[in-house]
C-alpha cells in the first residue's frame, strides 16, 4: 500500500454534503453533466447512491435504482485523476453485491456506444447488449444512441 494513503479505500452512502464535491467531478468527467439537484433529487428519492471514500478524497460515486426486482445503475464516475487503477471495477463489483443482497433479478444500464471504457468494463462482467435507444444522449453533434446492458444476477 502507498505510504501516502493512510487506510483502504472504501463504500459509504452519499450525503448531502458530498454534493459539491460530487458534482464538481461530474462536471469534469462528462460534457454533459448532472446537476447538482440531480444527485439531490436522486437521495432524496430514495435511490442507492454511493460515494467512493480514499481517505480525504472522494474518489468516485454512483446513483442505482433498485425497484421491482431490477438494478438500475443511472450513474458510475472515477473521478478523471483517479481513473485507469481498477477503481471502476471495483465499484461495479460492489454495486452488483448491493442488487444482489436486493435480491435484484438483473441489473441494466445505458452506456454511449463511443464509450470505449465503460463498454470494456461492462462486457468484462458479464454484462450483454440488449438493445440500443435512439438518440438518447444529448452529444456535441447533436444526439447520440444509448446501448442499453444487461446482467443477470444469479441467486442459486
Ligand atoms: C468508465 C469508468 C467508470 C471506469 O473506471 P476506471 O477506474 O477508469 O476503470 P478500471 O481501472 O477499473 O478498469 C476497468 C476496465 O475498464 C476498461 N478500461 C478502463 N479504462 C480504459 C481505457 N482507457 N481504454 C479501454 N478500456 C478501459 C478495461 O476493460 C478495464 O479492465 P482491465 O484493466 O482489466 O483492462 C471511468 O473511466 C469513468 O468514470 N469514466 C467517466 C464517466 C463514465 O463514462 N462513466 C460510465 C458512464 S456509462
Excluded at 24 to 29: K, L, N, P, R, V
Excluded at 51 to 62: K, L, N, T
Excluded at 132 to 149: H, L
Aim: aromatic content about 14%; overall charge negative.
Amino acid at each position: 500500500m502507498s505510504a501516502l494513503f493512510k487506510s483502504e479505500p472504501y463504500f459509504r452512502p452519499m450525503h448531502e454534503d458530498d454534493l459539491d464535491v460530487v458534482a464538481a467531478i461530474d462536471y469534469a468527467a462528462y460534457p454533459f453533466p448532472w446537476t447538482h439537484g440531480n444527485f439531490r433529487d436522486s437521495i432524496e428519492s430514495g435511490y442507492s447512491c454511493w460515494v467512493y471514500q480514499h481517505d480525504e478524497f472522494i474518489v468516485g460515486y454512483a446513483v442505482m435504482l433498485l425497484a421491482v426486482q431490477e438494478a438500475h445503475l443511472l450513474n458510475i464516475t472515477v473521478a478523471p485523476d483517479w481513473q485507469g487503477q481498477g477503481k471502476g471495477r471495483a465499484f461495479m463489483q460492489h454495486l452488483l453485491a448491493v442488487a444482489h443482497d436486493y435480491r435484484a433479478e438483473a441489473m441494466f444500464l445505458e452506456v454511449r456506444p463511443t464509450n470505449t471504457a465503460a463498454r470494456r468494463l461492462y462486457h468484462s462482467l458479464g454484462f450483454d447488449y440488449i438493445a440500443v435507444r435512439k438518440g438518447y444522449y444529448p452529444s456535441q453533434y447533436g444526439r447520440e444512441d444509448a446501448v442499453i446492458m444487461r446482467k443477470e444476477l444469479n441467486h442459486a
